[in-house]
């Protein structure tokens, strides 16, 4: 079944942009519902950058239809429908390869950088955009030293 | 009420044309044209305004600043993404921490302090601390250091933990010299504790050229600033003076720049590139490279970070970024810790995308062959964010001649520049002092209360040194002790490149002081020129002396 939201994706298939979505996921796998959310903002960025970076969007493609078929051969229908602990058998095969790197950093500087993260992890960032600064903020008081 | 700029036609030569608007070109604008010198001023990069263009986001102002052209890394030790060095107005100063440091005594005798080490292309520097201290001082009043000339810094809540580690150790952390306002200084405001230190300083209470230097010497009128103009090559005449600066204007077009002399601030990966690029007949090594040692010698000092989690808040995020400092490893105790020379922990914090991208990085940022972090640890170490802190280990790394910039034979720049290729191994001393450096920060952050530590290896290189190094002998060094070329005696170099040692500090207040220097010397050169009615300027080792004075070896 497509979620819906796999339609957004304008380089890759709907069906890619799920298993995209699901390496993410493991990538950053955070428990909270709002944070699985912004997982897939960080993938429609990725796809944006797809659209133009034709070879980057058929190595990614490729590598794509590698999960899947790697998830197959543990029993699962594809990558984005294997449980968790499959998906992370199966990235663990292409960890040190440069594709999953340049993913890794693509991923985790897009979904970190993201105001919903912020809030989440406590980054009082998007409060900061004033530039007042912490002076009478607590930049010099910590109660447990 | 400042006087409007002065244009310098093309043709014309200007008295002084400075390449690049760092730290060390910074310094020598605003000094030339304090002294009524006419300048012309190439920067690569954009002219940004600090309230209008600095935001409060570390992904885009790193985008912003960057230079993000292409450089090629080789080597075991070198990181996939080289430098992290900026390409605007005000060079890295815009991203610098701050930490203003001299060097020590000792530092600048590298090779008699140390002896001789295998396989290290150690020297002394051609002056000594009393030498330079006087521009020390001078650089210190123009910076406005915090510790020096105001108040020092207040500790900020990641220095609280650093402080509590330290104590527990027999150590002393303390505030460093801090080119931070604490208080308002030289018209601008004091320190808000904002906390984005490395992404621009929006209120300007950090020191930048951008917003000290450039308006100084704009006020003259005597600055004739180009932004977007990226230098290409540096042309000579037939008695192998400089002549003039061949450059790309902001449409792309080539032109040149003629000049009476030439002053260079590119840092030290496209300070070489550029003269390796101005290679004639004359010079077919490279302009003022008949030693061979133009773009040898790179060093990016030795560094590393430890981060550690704890069980209560820190928001080590909060305030100075860079502001407290242990130096209780700076000396040099061979005999003890088994390495030459020292390094220094600092306080540092990144943001959160630079966090998770850094903290435990991969090949990308870091070196062939590294893993970044993904999954459950990356959930683990980025939902205690708040209760991080962080240290950067910086110190001294030892020069060889094989760790160097060169140029690609084939691939090229948007303007058919050669593209430069940075090779670097860390020495077997340098692995020694990360080693111990690293041993002391776990110990610090456990005795602090540390539930878990990362052993951080170095980010892209932010203090690029050592490609043009000085010295009085022109067989083994590119400048003298002024920064003027031995084979070239109307160019000089204004920045990191010039170190011929690295030492264990942050390297901003030595180059500005190196600049602060070189600019006097320039000045009174160019007088006692104007009073013999022309003569050579300036005066020095001129290209027909140095012709009969160089041999190999």
């Known amino acids: 079944m497509t979620d819906k939201r796999a339609l957004l994706f304008q380089a890759l298939q709907p069906s890619e942009a799920q298993t995209l979505v699901a390496i993410m996921g493991r990538i950053v796998p955070h428990g909270a519902p709002e944070l699985k959310d912004v997982v897939w903002q960080t993938a429609l960025a990725y796809d944006s950058q797809l659209v133009t970076d034709i070879g980057l969007r058929s190595d990614i493609r490729f590598q794509l239809q590698d999960l899947d078929k790697r998830s197959s051969e543990q029993g699962a229908p594809s990558f984005a429908e294997a449980p968790p602990n499959v998906q992370d058998t199966v990235l663990q095969y292409i960890e040190d390869t440069a594709l999953f790197q340049n993913l890794i950093y693509a991923t985790v500087a897009d979904f970190y950088n993201r105001h919903t993260v912020w809030e989440a992890i406590g980054f009082p960032g998007l409060a900061q955009r004033d530039g007042a600064g912490y002076l009478d903020k607590g930049f010099d008081t910590l109660e447990w030293t | 009420m400042a006087r409007p700029a002065v244009i310098v036609p093309l043709d014309e030569a200007a008295d002084v044309v400075v390449i690049g608007t760092g730290a060390g070109g910074g310094n020598v604008i605003r ?49 996939g993404s080289v430098t992290w060095i900026c390409k605007s107005v005000g060079g890295s100063t815009t991203h610098w921490a701050g930490a203003a440091l001299r060097l020590q005594p000792h530092e600048f005798k590298a090779r008699t302090t140390y002896g001789a080490v295998p396989k290290a292309a150690l020297a002394d520097w051609p002056i000594d601390y009393d030498t330079l201290l006087p521009y020390y001082e001078k650089a210190e009043r123009m910076l406005g250091v915090a510790g020096r000339v105001m108040p020092p810094a207040a500790g900020n809540t990641n220095f609280l933990v650093m402080k509590r580690g330290a104590e527990a150790c027999g150590l002393k952390a303390q505030p460093g010299f801090m080119a931070i306002n604490t208080e308002e200084y030289d018209g601008r405001a004091a320190c808000s504790q904002r906390g984005y230190c490395f992404s621009g300083c929006r209120n300007q209470a950090k020191w930048s050229s951008l917003y000290e230097a450039i308006p100084k010497a704009e006020a003259t009128g005597w600055l004739d600033l180009r932004p ?16 003039g600066v061949v450059y790309a204007d902001p449409d792309g077009r080539v032109v040149e720049q003629k000049a009476q002399m030439v002053v260079l601030a590119g840092n030290s990966i496209q300070t070489p590139r550029l003269l390796l690029n101005s290679a004639s007949s004359r010079f077919p090594a490279g302009l003022a490279n008949g030693s061979g040692v133009v773009g040898r010698h790179y060093m990016r000092h030795l560094t590393a970070s430890t981060y550690a989690q704890f069980p209560q808040p820190v928001h080590a ?21 088994h390495y030459v020379g ?81 090779t670097y191994s860390d020495h077997a001393n340098d692995v020694a002092m990360r080693d111990y450096a690293w041993q002391q920060a776990r110990a610090l952050y456990t005795a602090a209360g540390a539930t878990q530590v990362w052993d951080t290896p170095p980010y892209p290189a932010t203090h690029n040194l050592g490609t043009c190094r000085m010295g009085s002998d022109p067989s083994k060094s590119v400048v003298n002790e002024y920064g003027q070329a031995h084979e070239v005696p109307n160019l000089f170099i204004a920045d990191g490149s010039v170190f011929p040692t690295s030492g264990s500090e942050n390297p901003t207040l030595t180059i500005c002081a190196l600049a602060i220097r070189q600019a006097e010397y320039i000045i009174e050169q160019m007088a006692e020129h104007e009073a013999n009615g022309g003569a050579v300027i300036p005066d020095g080792v001129g290209p027909a002396s140095v012709t009969g004075s160089i041999q190999p070896g």
């Open chain 2, 317 to 337: 995020y909060k305030g100075m970024t860079m502001m407290g400092i242990v130096t209780d490893f700076a000396d040099n105790r061979p005999e003890d810790r």
């Open chain 2, 31 to 79: 000094e030339l044209c304090l002294a009524g010198i006419k300048v012309v001023a190439l920067e690569a990069g954009p002219r940004l305004d600090a309230d209008r263009d600095f935001e409060e986001d570390e992904v885009t102002m790193f985008n912003k600043l960057s230079w993000l052209d292409p450089v090629i890394p080789k080597g075991p030790d070198i990181t």
């Open chain 2, 228 to 243: 977007n103009c990226q230098a290409l090559s540096i042309s000579t005449d037939a008695t192998g003076r400089a002549t």
């Open chain 2, 342 to 422: 020292g390094f220094h922990l600092e306080t540092i914090m990144l943001g959160p995308a630079f966090t998770a991208i850094f903290v435990s990085p991969g090949p990308l940022t870091s070196t062939v062959g590294s893993h970044a972090l993904w999954g459950q640890p990356l959930v683990d170490l980025m939902e205690s964010y708040t209760h991080l802190a962080g240290l950067w280990i910086v110190g001294e790394d030892l020069p060889q001649a094989d760790n160097r910039v060169t140029l690609d034979p084939e691939q090229k720049d948007a303007y058919g520049m050669p593209v430069a290729v940075v």
